[in-house]
């Protein structure tokens, strides 16, 4: 070895990690820290630049975390780079507002999605990019390592062992990336207790705790009023189920959030049982435990839910019904975000979810001028995974069909999108070009925020009819079956006539008369449940929804 060289230090990040705990010392009793002390412990522990990952589920939120964070004084704490899966809370965008943070890598925007969108225009934030859950989980163990990883978690012993009930969601892969990697992990709980239901994270990967004032922030996403379900969306649901998931034979399946998808699930144990699919469809899920699931799962239809994350007033109907969900010993349920988006993207023959904007190639996107939602685990859902290496009929089917009838090498994932023709007034859902290649441009990044590329689309079902973008032969053909299905959008209007009767005759455009649909049957009197009581009364009494959801 040359002698003039310098000796390489070989542990520069366990000695960066020594020293950001030295500075806490002064705001901890061990690992416990009183709430009072932790805008103090964060301006000690951060340094300018640093990547922290704060913890924003779709569900789960380290708000008083968040809230401390905000808290901090800018010239201490300045220029973060956020990872994370969620901007969810108002104080996520008050640190950029307040120049605590510059950079953000994440997943989806949900109630802050206007906000951001101002942010971006004004160029207040940078946008590294706006990843699937998996895409982001990963680069957690690549390049974007988070240095301090800010959690939440239901209780905490006094060794600062976590449990985390039900609500596991990201915060499995989001500790492990940060604690494996020198970085320091903090927990905010919602109590402390002498002997935890179970250990999900154990206190050698945890370095402080604090009991926050108030409990974190579980939002009930996955809950859906089934009075607001509309006959439009009864008739789509009815499509839905005896043009694709009774001809494919669909049996592991993930639904997306949305009345769409509510009404199928509704359907189910009624139309979906007048039709004899009991035991031939919908039997294996990756999914939240959906209250509007509930009858589905009473009649016998569903065998299996593991879920990405828990939902409000569910607790007891999980804990009484074992044999269908994922539960400990404890009987609180164990999600696992990254587990079930891999189920998802590979164990799943079929997505099927709803979406803001579709093009004529069927790109699609949540992504619009004005509001920037992002896209959570649909690119993962619904993208057809070409490392799956095990067959099913569907999968199968769907290949078959994308290749010409004949015996293909793989499969082809069923990806449906259901949507209405028109969004609102004023803004239809069929559109000649996504508004994402102008944010494109606006946010700089070197792709449009796209959220399922089209050659991933299976079908398109609206109130108009289903479109199998499989049996296309062409891009005219594919753009035309679109078009058929529009409606009286702009996109819908500029159809060749004569091409989507051709394609109607060959049965890759079909109506609902073409399906054996009466859309005059297409009542509300078919949903199993008709409002959250109705759910109520068929979990038994078991599932307690939010005060929110009690109208009643």
């Known amino acids: 070895m040359n002698a003039l060289q310098p000796i390489r230090t070989w542990n520069h990040e366990a000695l960066r990690r020594q020293a950001r705990l030295e500075r806490s010392t002064p705001f901890s009793r061990g690992k416990a820290v009183a709430a009072r002390d932790m805008v103090s412990l964060l301006e000690a522990l951060l340094e300018p630049g640093d990547r922290v990952c704060l913890e924003g589920n779709n569900q789960k939120q380290a708000d008083f975390l968040a809230e401390s964070l905000a808290a901090c004084s800018p010239q201490r704490v300045h220029d973060l780079h956020l990872v994370q899966s969620v901007l969810a809370l108002p104080a996520h965008i008050e640190l950029f507002e307040k120049g605590i943070a510059r950079r953000l890598d994440f997943s989806f925007a949900g109630p802050q999605a206007h906000r951001l969108a101002r942010l971006v225009q004004s160029r207040s934030i940078e946008i590294g990019a706006i990843h699937t859950y998996l895409e982001l989980f990963g680069r957690y163990f690549i390049d974007l390592t988070p240095q301090v990883c800010l959690i939440a978690a239901q209780a905490a012993d006094a060794e600062g062992n976590l449990y985390l009930g039900p609500n596991t969601e990201d915060t499995p892969v989001i500790v492990e990336a940060t604690a494996f990697k020198s970085g320091i992990v903090i927990a905010q709980v919602n109590e402390q207790l002498e002997r935890l239901p179970r250990v999900d994270i154990p206190a050698s990967w945890v370095d402080f705790f604090v009991v926050a004032p108030t409990p974190n922030h579980i939002e009930p996403l996955f809950t859906r009023d089934p009075r607001h379900i509309t006959e439009i969306q009864v008739l789509m649901a009815m499509m839905a189920i005896k043009g694709i998931y009774a001809e ?11 009345f769409d998808t509510a009404a199928i699930e509704l359907l189910l144990p009624t139309y979906g049982e007048s039709l004899g699919l009991k035991g031939k469809i919908a039997r294996y899920w990756a999914l939240n435990p959906h209250p509007t699931l509930i009858p589905a799962i009473e009649a016998g239809f569903v065998e299996r839910v593991h879920s990405f994350g828990s939902e409000v007033g569910m607790e007891a109907y999980v804990a009484a019904r074992p044999d269908i969900f994922f539960p400990g010993a404890d009987g609180s349920l164990r999600s696992n975000r990254a587990f079930c988006q891999t189920a998802g993207l590979y164990a799943c023959d079929l997505f099927i979810g709803s979406t ?29 995974a070409r490392g ?97 299905v529009a409606g009286y959008t702009p996109v819908g209007m500029a159809r060749d006539h004569a091409l989507v009767e051709n394609l109607r005759d060959r049965g890759i455009i079909r109506r609902p008369a073409d399906m054996g649909i009466d859309v005059r049957d297409a009542t509300r009197d078919l949903l199993a449940a008709r409002s959250i009581k109705d759910l109520v009364r068929a979990s038994g009494g078991l599932y307690q929804p939010p005060k929110q959801f009690r109208n009643w």
């Open 248 to 258: 494919y034979g669909v049996e592991r399946l993930n639904h997306g959030i949305g």
């Open 356 to 384: 803001l904007q579709i093009d004529l190639e069927g790109n699609s996107s949540t992504a619009t001028l004005g509001r920037i939602t992002g896209f959570g685990g649909a690119p993962n859902m619904g993208s057809d």
């Open 388 to 484: 799956r290496r095990h067959a099913s009929a569907a999968w199968l089917k769907a290949g078959q069909e994308k290749n010409g009838g004949q015996t293909p090498a793989r499969g082809q994932k069923l990806v449906v999108q259901t949507v209405e023709t028109w969004r609102e007034p004023g803004h239809p859902a069929f559109v000649e070009r996504l508004d994402a290649w102008q944010l494109k441009q606006d946010m700089g990044m070197a792709l449009p925020p796209i959220m399922i590329y089209g050659d991933d689309v299976s079908h398109i079902v609206t109130e108009e009819g289903m479109a199998n973008l499989l049996l296309c032969r062409s891009p005219e053909e594919r753009e035309q079956a679109i078009r058929g």
